[in-house]
Structures are given as structure tokens and as C-alpha cells.
């Protein structure tokens, strides 16, 4: 069950890439390994802002929503330290891409190592309107 679910969240991210780099990340961008941890099942990878961007231009974040209501969480975080704000998946991309700096992590942390399963958390300095 562990590995199917890693490889829905790798499959999850490979799509989120393919998304992104048309949309003008650039030929250059790839998503970023941010945590791997095969032993435990924790797989997470970072989007810059301008993928971030591009996936929120993209209709991925609302196909996603019930997929991350169902099986994990998203949070928002803004930078100033304060408690992460859950919300669903595709407000997390829109507050990330709406921001100067703005980035997503996306991945599965599983339940057993204290994980919701499906992970998205955006990160912003300063959220735009």
C-alpha cells in the first residue's frame, strides 16, 4: 500500500511538471527533490514560483481538490512564522502563485511517520490580492 501511494504522489508531481513547464516555467525549470526518503515513504518536491505560476494558470488545482480533501491536507504559511492555515489545494497554489515570491512543496507524507498522505504547503512573504 506504501509503494502505490509514493507512486501516486510521484505521478501527482510528474503531472504537476508536465503542467508547468508549457505555461512558461521554461525549458530549463524541473521540479526541485526537496525531501526523499524511500526508507519511510516521504516524497516531496519543490516548485519555484514561476511553476507555482504556471500551475495555478493551469486547470490541475481544481481537478486535485477532492483528491486532497480525501486523502491528505493542504496548509498555507506565511513567512512572518505564523500557524499554517489549512485550506484546499488549489486556494494553497493561488495564495503561493499571488505572491511576489510565492512556491509550493507538493509530495506524500505518509500516515506513519505522522503524515496526512497527500502534502501541499504554499509558502509567501506577502500574499497579493
Known sequence: MHIRSA???FGI??????????????????????????????????????ETVALRNSPL????????????????????????????FSTAVNWSADSTDGKIFVGFVPPSIGGPGLAAMGLASQAGS
Open 7 to 9: 507512486a501516486a504522489a
Open 13 to 50: 508531481a510528474a503531472v504537476i511538471a508536465m503542467i508547468a513547464a508549457p505555461f512558461g516555467a521554461g525549458q530549463a525549470a524541473a521540479v526541485t527533490p526537496f525531501l526523499v526518503d524511500p526508507a519511510s515513504g516521504l516524497y516531496v518536491v519543490e516548485l519555484d514560483h514561476s
Open 61 to 88: 488545482p481544481r481537478m486535485l481538490d477532492p483528491l486532497w480533501r480525501g486523502y491528505g491536507s493542504a496548509i498555507i504559511v506565511p513567512d512572518d512564522s505564523a500557524p499554517g492555515i489549512r485550506t484546499d
